[in-house]
């Protein structure tokens, strides 16, 4: 079944915008840059130039998937030829591991399916979304393709998401809107909402209205302010809360997320969903990255080290890096970033796109080791 209003197609350029993507052509996703600038100064690349690349724009995990993970992948390549095929029971698993029940989840090819799917689902009737500007706005641009809108707050002066200024707006306009979009942490400045604040709104929010929590870098969170909002939709409050495989388990390339909500938000969201979305190399990776904890605690520790290393660095030399709870970070550079984006393509560089209106804050993903040395370097050269 495939009911979705909004393209897959229009999504690319969606997600061009939201990552801020700098032309680089693959066999699946064609990015198209935000500025045309990006785009004639990265060019198109293949194979070894894209390889030999420092790819710190995405937030991307830089390791690759553990052994364990490519195991079951290799061995799930048996079924390519199926459409009926035994799956890892990844529902249950996932289910089993939230606490909730497989009604509870829906699985699709990478948590931005569940957006799209959410959006297409709430946003029914010409609503709109509510969330703090800027977070990941691939929402935003989904409401816009499906000729709605959304209603975008500042961040606080501390970079925290609006809670109080989103519950008076979306009480103010509370039959216009579809849902609330809360990205925690959000990106891209890697600030937590704290779990009093995430309570504050559940509580202050008009009955019923539907939220929206985009867990995609939770696993990288060390802040005892900051809880899993799961627990909500045990109570059954109207919660959404979206998570990947892409960011900790790094099979963002094989597009496996999640959503799990009350089995009514679930069921809101069903007529939209494609069963043939996600593939069996995505299931059965997802089903091994589940039972591989280790090997997330290892990528956590990893990434939390490398990026305490490249914040010490960046303060000493005397730049304020907003303190982050996820793998990747904002440095204030003082000056407009639109150029030194570029000048670190030249480099062989990719860092994140630009934020508005936080231009003058350059988003640089968590890479290796080797990764943040050579963006270190480069960073002396190009903005020191
Ligand atoms: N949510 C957030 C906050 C993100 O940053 C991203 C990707 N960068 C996604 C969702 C989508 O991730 P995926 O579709 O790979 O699961």
């Known amino acids: 079944m495939n009911t979705k209003p909004f393209s897959r197609r229009r999504f690319a350029g969606a997600l061009a915008l939201a990552a801020g993507f700098i032309g680089l052509r693959g066999r699946g996703l064609v990015a198209q840059a935000v500025d045309p600038a990006h785009l004639s100064a990265a060019g198109h690349v293949t194979g070894s130039e894209y ?57 699709g090819s990478g948590s931005t399916e569940i957006l799209e799917i959410a959006a297409n689902a709430f946003l029914e009737g010409r609503k709109k979304v509510i969330g703090a500007e ?18 975008r707050l500042p961040l606080e002066a501390d970079f925290r998401q609006p809670i109080g200024a989103i519950i008076k707006a979306a009480k103010e306009n509370r039959d216009q809107i579809g849902f609330v979009y809360i990205c925690n942490p959000n990106n891209p400045t890697g600030v937590v909402v704290s779990k009093d604040d995430i309570r504050a709104l559940l509580d202050g929010l008009p009955d019923g209205m539907p939220v929206l929590i ?5 696993h990288f969170v060390d802040n005892p302010d900051y809880a899993t909002s799961i627990p909500y939709v045990q109570e059954g409050r109207p919660v959404l809360v979206t998570r990947t495989f892409s960011k900790i388990a790094a099979l963002a390339g094989i597009r496996i997320g999640y959503g799990v909500a009350p089995a ?6 069903r007529p939209y969903y494609d069963i043939m979305s996600v593939n069996v190399a995505a299931k059965w990776g997802a089903a091994a990255a589940l039972k591989d904890t280790s090997a997330q605690q290892k990528v956590k ?14 303060t000493r ?22 150029p030194v984006i ?10 994140g796109r630009p934020f508005p209106p936080m231009l003058e804050h350059l988003r640089v993903s968590v890479g290796s080791d080797e990764d943040m040395s050579r963006f270190l370097e480069a960073f002396k050269e190009i903005v020191v």
Request: proline share 5%; glycine share 6%; aromatic share 10%.
């Open 317 to 338: 030399r005397g730049f304020a890096v907003i303190p982050s709870e996820a793998n990747f970070f904002m440095v204030n550079i003082r000056r407009d970033v639109r």
């Open 134 to 151: 800027p977070t990941f706005s691939a929402v935003y641009e989904w409401a816009t393709g499906l000729k709605c809108s959304a209603i």
């Open 214 to 218: 985009d867990e995609a870098y939770h």
């Open 264 to 269: 009514n938000i679930i069921q809101r969201m």
């Open 51 to 107: 390889d030999a690349l420092v790819k710190i724009c995405f937030n991307e995990n830089p390791y690759g998937p553990p052994a364990s993970v490519r195991e079951a992948i290799t061995a799930a390549l048996k079924y390519s030829n199926r459409y009926g095929y035994p799956d890892g029971d990844l529902l249950e698993a996932i289910a089993a591991s939230h606490g909730v029940k497989s009604e509870n989840v829906l699985i």
């Open 301 to 314: 520790s990893d990434i939390l080290q490398t990026r305490r290393n490249t914040v010490a660095e960046l």
């Open 342 to 351: 570029h000048d670190f393509r030249q480099r062989g560089i990719l860092v």
